[in-house]
Every structure is written in structure tokens, then in C-alpha cells.
């Protein structure tokens, strides 16, 4: 995802969650055990690729979407930091989490003035 500059899920039904991402949303990559590891900008646009992992061949089983503005951190956002920023907790164990735009810009500012 960080060198193609995308957010993407496999299998179902984590990959259909791709299709809920609107054209501009902000979007967060979160790596287990670090935090928010990178952002962008949804293009609105679902793309569909074969997806090849240790358990073999997977025809049609990556959603993606390219992201504009993408930029990697360079200090993750820790779940307990993003908890603070946003003012209640956040859980992040399923594939992608929907917030609110306006803690969603909560997140995006703090990126931008405490994580580049």
C-alpha cells in the first residue's frame, strides 16, 4: 500500500469496504502495533486486482483506491494519540473504521502539525 500509494483489503467481506470510500475522504493507513502510518485522499475510483499471498492465487480479491496527497509519516500516530485528538476511543481492530469528517480534519491537522 505505502509504495503504490493506496489503501486496499482482500477476501470478503473486508474488500467491499472499499467501495464505501467517497471521492475526497480523508484516509488513514494504520499498521497494528504503530498507529497512522500514512494519508491521503480517496479518489472515489475502486480498482480490482488478482492477489498472490503464502496461501497461493486469489483471482479478483483486492479492492483498492488510489490516494492523492499521499504522504508516510514520519512518526506513527499511536491509537492512544489518535483517542486523545478525536476526544473518545477509537477502536481499530476491524479493516477500516469510519469516522466523522470533522474528527477525521481532527486527525489530518494534528498529522499535519505534529507527524511530517
Request: aromatic content about 12%; charged content about 20%; hydrophobic content about 35%.
Amino acid at each position: 500500500m505505502l509504495n503504490n500509494e493506496k489503501c486496499s483489503a482482500y477476501f470478503s467481506p473486508w474488500k467491499e469496504k472499499i467501495a464505501q470510500i467517497q471521492p475526497n475522504d480523508l484516509v488513514f493507513l494504520y499498521s497494528n502495533g504503530k498507529g497512522i502510518i500514512a494519508r491521503g485522499t480517496s479518489t472515489g475510483v475502486v480498482e480490482i486486482a488478482d492477489y498472490i499471498n503464502h496461501e497461493g492465487f486469489h483471482e479478483n480479491e483486492e479492492y483498492y483506491m488510489h490516494l492523492n496527497r499521499f504522504e508516510i509519516l514520519n512518526k506513527p500516530v499511536s491509537s492512544s494519540s489518535i483517542n486523545k485528538i478525536v476526544g473518545r476511543h477509537v477502536v481499530l481492530a476491524p479493516t477500516m473504521v469510519q469516522l466523522d469528517y470533522e474528527r477525521g480534519l481532527k486527525i489530518w491537522q494534528a498529522i499535519t502539525k505534529d507527524y511530517l
